[in-house]
Nanobody, 118 residues
Framework: QLQLLESGGDLVQPGGSLRLSCAAS????????MAWYRQAPGKQRELVAR???????VYADAVKGRFTISRDNAKNTVWLQMNSLKPEDTAVYYC????????????WGQGTQVTVSS
């Protein structure tokens, strides 16, 4: 099995920064694309940023220029650096991974709360 452990969520003022981390552990044969999604109250879960194993990235329009996704394949870890945070960034942020343990499957973390408020 594969586990995704997220950390870094917090309460931050508008304009502030946070860095989310997600470490994958378990019997991983290969870890492919990783991503961050978020879900605000009353809204659907949405893609924030995605990074391939080779480092190719995709960002939601709402976060382009403010958020940066990165990964370390040796550590099976992905990060989301969030700058210039806005109240509308408030959500539970979920780590996502496409990985092969025995077969290729999708895995989700438990979520970490990010609240942007003064």
């Amino acid at each position: 099995q594969l586990q995704l452990l997220e950390s870094g969520g917090d309460l931050v003022q508008p304009g502030g920064s946070l860095r989310l981390s997600c470490a994958a552990s378990g019997s991983i044969f290969s870890l492919n694309a990783m991503a961050w999604y978020r879900q605000a109250p009353g809204k659907q879960r949405e893609l924030v940023a995605r990074i391939s194993r080779l480092g190719n990235t995709v960002y939601a329009d709402a976060v382009k220029g403010r958020f940066t996704i990165s990964r370390d394949n040796a550590k099976n870890t992905v990060w989301l650096q969030m700058n210039s945070l806005k109240p509308e960034d408030t959500a539970v942020y979920y780590c996502y991974a496409e990985a092969t343990v025995t077969i290729l499957a999708v895995y989700w973390g438990q979520g970490t709360q990010v609240t942007v408020s003064s």
